[in-house]
């Protein structure tokens, strides 16, 4: 599969805001502090807009990639991948959660495990990726609907996503709210992460992506108009509250949310930033395990702050030591994955996406003499210039 740089610096970019989260979490950091101040980092924003980028790199490079049958055989595959990483990442932190708080034993019931499926025990953020696997899963048939009808998917897209907001906010309250099918659905999934909604999601990001290219322009609008709508949610938070506009705030959020990280992820892309920007995207390319690898990470820091003493550090210097240490410990980890990943084949100079594929233009480079001439230095740096553009 061809790499984009840009969506590789969105996961990046995701995952450095979930990781803040889970930082400040661990860190014990009071909500009051102005950490937890969107001009920082917004919180919330990663698990709302993971799913949406997942459907929009399905939609954006299996489109045009493959032919159908083996898109559907490749989707298949990675959403079989997904739910067993989801099912196994989430057993071994609930587990190792519930021995540090002293339940150990509980974890060697069947009902503890069965109470998984049954919404009965608690689910950690790998329930996320239940709604990702099924986006994967339905994903070659959404990109047939696409380029059937594209705009009556959309709307039938838009009208999906409202409907389950608003039977959400109705059942909420009653007392279908303890059903499981409503729980499972539309009120809690796996972990908060119910499967309807943001199923919707993953759909609009299928539908983003293969517009992306089928009509760049519209897509640039439209990317736009999304963007203007995350404001008009942000701003609508000053109005007393109302269904009218919890709703508004419920169906553009995740999408508004998505096409602002992607706007900063092109803009990332296009600057000669280097020193920033690869190691963002990099850690984007292994996103699954990256994913997993943060949660390891961040718990073992937390875990020897504890055991040393240090728990009485300052929030900020508690928290700045999780969150740059899990950031610098995964990066390191891809590098490590990135260099002995050997068997991977080697990209072409012609690529689906030329000017956004930054594996190949690093690869160019490498075809330079090393004992070139302070003329062809010159280029060389020239090239690496352009290549980071």
Known sequence: ????????????????????????????????????????????????????????????????????????????????????????????????????????????????????????????????????????????????????????????????????????????????ARSWPVRFFLLEGFGGYPVLPFMANGFMGIWLGVQRHRDKQ????????????????????????????????????AFGKFAWVLFCASLLSRLPLAPLTLPVALIGKYALASFILHRVVMQALSLGISDLGFVQLPVELHFATLWLGTLATTWVACIFWQRRNLSMPTLQREQLFPRDDYRTRQASLQDLQPFASPQKHCIARLRRFMALR
């Not at 949610?233 to 419920?250: C, D, K, M, N, V």
């Open 1 to 176: 599969m061809k790499r984009s740089r840009t969506l590789d610096i969105c996961r990046g970019l995701l995952f450095a805001m979930m990781a803040n989260t889970h930082a400040l979490s661990l860190a014990g950091v009071p909500h009051t502090h102005w950490l937890f101040a969107d001009y920082w980092l917004p919180n919330g924003w990663a698990t709302a807009a993971f799913v949406v980028l997942s459907g929009y790199g399905i939609g954006w490079i299996f489109s045009a990639t493959y032919d159908e049958p083996e898109r559907s055989r490749l989707l298949r595959r990675r959403s079989a991948i997904v739910l067993a990483v989801m099912f196994a990442s989430n057993a071994f932190f609930a587990a190792v959660k519930s021995v540090l708080l002293g339940h150990g034993a509980q974890t060697l019931t069947s009902q503890w495990w069965l109470g998984f499926f049954t919404l009965d025990t608690e689910w950690t953020i790998s329930g996320v990726l239940l709604p990702t696997a099924l986006v994967l899963l339905c994903g070659s048939a959404v990109i047939r609907w696409i380029r059937d009808a594209p705009w009556q998917t959309l709307l039938a897209i838009v009208l999906g996503h409202l409907a389950a907001s608003m039977f959400a906010e109705q059942l909420a309250t009653s007392d279908a």
């Open 218 to 253: 519209l897509w640039l609008n439209i990317v736009v108009v999304l963007m203007g709508l995350q404001l008009a949610a942000y701003l609508s938070t000053l109005e007393p509250h109302g269904q009218a506009w919890s709703l508004f705030r419920a169906n553009v959020g």
